[in-house]
């Protein structure tokens, strides 16, 4: 009669990536798995690493917006503006106020084309391909805004050291104006057509869940904080540029996870909107779009400075030290999606590896923000 011997338990591992249509760009992940529930995560990043903050030391300061807007590829604007502001605040110089309400619109027009992005990416994470055409279709209306004022629909290098690089068309306000209705309607349309779908609410309630304290400890910002309760938005807690003249909500959620990071950024949207229709009200008809005295190439004074505003996925900064010459000394950059993704073995905890992607995908990384 055959012996009978007790089964082997083996761990097993499934590599994700770095060329993998979920993980995102070029992100690679390690899994130990237990059945189908993950044990350990093993994140590994620097494939797109191309040293943006070395790169800085060799250009001009007028040369170095065009390297902001290759960090993180869908805020561009809200890039520029961090390190147009960390030169300015190094110098003294006071922007115009018709500059700063045009930088105000376009970066919260920015927020709300990322947003998109992540709606359309989250949808297809979780098996839906109807909504990236309907995010598809109202970001395609902004895009065209962002060409008519920048010329270009994702590079704009549109913003400068004391103001713009140009003023806005005649026709701006009225742009803007045009099509905020037509992309609130698309907002709506896309929450109706996926927040409260029952497949993708058992897809991400409960799933990729992070307390409040973690994602403090772990420095978590921007929506992925705000889905964990804590109302913390630099725009209002810190207000730079022209912020604290409007009146708009910090949507945040309640248990932290899924569902709750993408319910945050559709709110967003939503707030943005409030945000552009106060700054087109307040925004003066004409005026210059240059500080006084700025030059073409900035030379700031020989200091340090930080600098840190709110872009679409947290705490972007800017540490920038000059020599008092034409380029910077040292600039150092805090990439909000770098921060939110060492979270990630938190997140996938005791998660089924059919949550992996879900969960990578509710953190809304860009990485070239990450590797820079």
Not at 64 to 76: G, K, M, Q, V
């Amino acid at each position: 009669m055959a012996e009978a011997h007790p089964l082997e338990v083996r761990e097993l591992l499934i590599n994700m990536g770095p060329q993998h249509p979920s993980t995102h760009g070029v992100f690679r992940m390690v899994l130990w798995v237990d059945g189908e529930r993950i044990v350990r995560v093993e994140p590994h990043i620097g494939y797109l690493h191309r040293g943006s903050e070395k790169l800085c030391e060799g250009e001009t300061y007028l040369q170095i917006p065009t390297l902001f807007d290759r960090l993180d590829y869908l805020s561009n604007f809200n890039n520029e503006l961090t390190f147009c502001m960390a030169v300015e605040k190094l110098m003294g110089l006071e922007v115009p106020e018709r500059a700063q309400y045009v930088r105000i619109i376009l970066c919260e027009l920015n927020r709300i084309t990322s947003h998109l992005m992540f709606y359309a990416a989250f949808g297809l994470d979780v098996g839906a391909m109807t909504p990236s055409m309907y995010a598809f279709r109202e970001r395609e209306r902004v895009q065209q805004v962002f060409e008519a004022v920048s010329g270009a629909r994702m590079m704009h290098d549109y913003f400068r050291v004391g103001g713009l690089r140009q003023p806005p068309p005649d026709n701006f306000r009225q742009k803007v104006q045009d099509i905020l209705p037509i992309v609130e309607k698309g907002i709506h349309e896309c929450d109706t057509l996926l927040s409260r779908n029952e497949i993708f609410l058992a897809r991400t309630r409960g799933i990729g869940i992070i307390s409040a304290q973690e994602a403090i400890a772990w420095g978590m910002t921007g929506p992925c904080l705000r889905a964990c309760g804590i109302p913390y938005d630099i725009r209002v807690v810190e207000p730079y540029s022209l912020y604290d003249r409007f009146d708009f909500d910090i949507p945040v959620g309640s248990r932290g996870d899924c569902w709750d990071r993408y319910m945050v950024r559709v709110e967003e949207m939503r707030q943005s909107l409030r945000i552009i229709r106060q700054a087109l009200q307040q925004m003066p008809d004409e005026g210059p779009v240059l500080a006084q005295g700025a030059r073409r190439l900035p030379r700031p004074p020989k200091g340090e400075v930080y600098m840190r505003t709110e872009n679409p996925r947290g705490e972007f900064g800017v540490y920038l030290v000059s020599d008092g010459s034409e380029r910077p000394y040292r600039v150092k950059i805090r990439a909000p999606s770098f921060a939110n993704l060492q979270a990630l073995p938190v997140l996938m905890r005791d998660c089924y590896v059919a949550d992996a992607v879900v969960i990578l995908g509710s953190l809304d990384i860009v990485l070239g923000d990450v590797d820079r």
